[in-house]
């Protein structure tokens, strides 16, 4: 199981040339740190973390497949 390492999200974030909301911003940085591109593996790192947990529940994000459409709406 990975935990999210935020100081380096943060970092991450700060040097990020899109600036987008911090979900996708968060998401880049799972698919860039830690090399994750299966959504499923990025839905089960996002949902056992309480921050990134309230980040899915605000988007009505409930599984894998639904990260997927949202991402895909928005990308």
């Known amino acids: 199981m990975i935990n999210i390492d935020w100081k380096e999200f943060k ?15 968060l998401v880049d940085f799972l698919k860039s740190y830690y090399n994750m591109f299966n959504a499923f593996e990025i839905y089960n790192t996002l949902n056992n973390d309480d921050t990134a947990k309230m980040m ?20």
């Open 11 to 25: 970092e991450f974030r700060a040097h990020s040339v899109k600036k987008d909301d911090n979900f996708i911003t």
């Open 56 to 75: 899915l529940e605000k988007r009505d994000i409930i599984d894998a497949e639904g990260l997927e459409s949202y991402l895909f709406k928005v990308i």
